[in-house]
């Protein structure tokens, strides 16, 4: 075994930042030798979870458990080890006439981490999480043995795994199924919506649409609150595609890629000028409804175009903050946690509102449930944490939950659904605050 050693560790909010052991290891015999030598672990993909899911006394890395062991072409089925990051199936699959059934936000997590957060995309209402096209995964339980859980073997170990946040072992490899493409492109109507009132409206005329999303102004107040822009989309088919990007239907060019060289000073972002990015970003589309070609990346992962884009939150970092209200009550949560933030004048520089369809029940798990679900990026800084405990007293009075992903602030009382999980010697800073606060 190598010697221990601690570094400074956190994810991709900046906050919380830790000093821990961290090991990464590309032999499935040696990290069996680092489990069974350690009390306290927690796995940890590519760090690109926002809060302390992924932090714990002891954390093992899977970057290093970096590769592919098949992809079947004709039936579209592919199977990795769990540090492959989504990046790199998308690389191999588009090409191929593939694409990820479901996807968050950044296409820069693991595929371990897609399956510990059972991640969500623009397009639960239709097509579910990231679990329903796992077939199977093999998980190095707190024994050191290597098991095969699927829906039909281990199957109590599948589904505790699934939005387990990590807490039942080590997943190792992953096979899962993708999707038939025939463009890059997804074929996006953009529509603008004055208050939240039209932006409700818009979404459940859209049910039918595989992909929707808003962007909400969320430091909007009367007549203008929820003042957002609605995406829809679907996959363009081939001959839908204007002539310039029909020649390559499969494949994009390559685009500069900025980068945020240093992180921003504090004062750089505060109410005014997330006020003034908002009403920019609003009006930069002027007409009403906008009908476009766009290709998947753009769609799906814009901030993924700026690298390191994090540090415009300064060194003091970030949270992001999402719950989920079910859907009967969704307007009236949504107007008082919007009403909310406009009073504290602690801007979001980034709100984004998705439609959840029906939950699986055996994903007992797994943050979703049919409503409404709003994700919120949040500057940390002394007024934060009151503001937290506002919104999570509105989300438990309308009955909804949040996104532990994303949770580093929260109230255990929303988050009693960890209870499902039995503790073993994988445990988090998370999983130690939420049954300190139960305690």
């Not at 990231?130 to 093999?138: P, Q, R, T």
């Not at 800084?381 to 405990?389: F, M, Q, R, Y």
């Not at 438990?396 to 992903?405: D, E, M």
Request: proline share 3%; net charge positive; glycine share 8%.
């Amino acid at each position: 075994m190598k010697p221990n050693f601690t570094q400074k560790v956190t994810n991709w909010g900046n906050f919380p930042v830790v000093e821990k052991e961290m090991r990464s290891e590309d032999s499935f015999k040696r990290i069996k030798e680092f489990v069974l030598n350690h009390n306290e672990i927690i796995a940890r993909g590519n760090g690109r979870c926002y809060g302390d899911a992924s932090l714990g006394e002891t954390i093992f890395s899977t970057k290093k458990l970096n590769k592919f062991i098949s992809f079947d072409r004709l039936n579209g089925v592919i199977e990795c080890e769990s540090g492959v990051l989504l990046s790199d199936v998308l690389e191999i699959a588009v090409p191929q006439g593939y694409f990820l059934y479901v996807t968050p936000g950044t296409k820069f997590i693991s595929v371990g981490g897609a399956i510990a957060s059972d991640v969500h995309g623009k397009n639960h209402h239709a097509e579910g999480c990231f679990s329903e096209y796992v077939i199977e995964f093999k998980l190095m339980t707190e024994s050191g043995d290597i098991i095969t859980c699927s829906r039909e073997q281990n199957a109590d170990k599948f589904w505790a795994t699934i939005g387990g946040m990590g807490l039942t072992g080590i997943i190792l490899t992953i096979k899962f199924k993708l999707k038939n493409i025939e463009s890059a492109y997804i074929r996006q109507e953009s529509i603008k919506a004055e208050n939240l009132d039209e932006i409700f409206r818009l979404f459940e005329e859209s049910e039918s649409w595989t992909y929707t999303v808003a962007w909400i102004d969320c430091l909007q107040k009367g007549k203008n609150l929820g003042r957002s822009i609605l995406m829809r989309g679907e996959h363009a088919f081939q001959h839908e595609l204007p002539q310039n990007l029909n020649k390559q239907p499969l494949r994009l060019k390559k685009k500069l890629q900025p980068t945020v060289p240093f992180y921003f000073p504090g004062f750089v972002l505060n109410a005014l000028t997330v006020k003034i990015f908002n009403l920019l970003y609003y009006k930069k589309q002027a007409k009403k409804e906008v009908k476009s070609f766009i290709d998947y990346e753009t769609f799906f992962y814009p901030l993924d175009a700026i690298t390191d884009w994090n540090k415009i939150y300064g060194k003091s970092g970030f949270i992001q903050y999402q719950m989920v209200i079910p859907k009967e009550a969704g307007k009236e949560g949504m107007k008082q946690i919007l009403e909310t933030i406009a009073s504290s004048g602690n801007g979001s520089f980034l709100a984004v509102l998705k439609l959840f369809g029906k939950n699986n029940p055996e994903a007992y798990n797994s943050f979703p449930f049919e409503g409404y679900t709003l994700a919120l990026d949040f500057k940390v800084n002394s007024k934060l944490k009151k503001l937290v405990e506002k919104l999570d007293d509105i989300v438990q009075q309308f009955g909804g939950r949040i996104y532990l992903t994303k949770d580093s602030m929260s109230r255990s009382s929303l988050t009693n659904y960890l209870k499902n999980i039995q503790s073993s010697k994988f445990v988090s800073l998370q999983h130690k605050r939420i049954i300190n606060n139960n305690s």
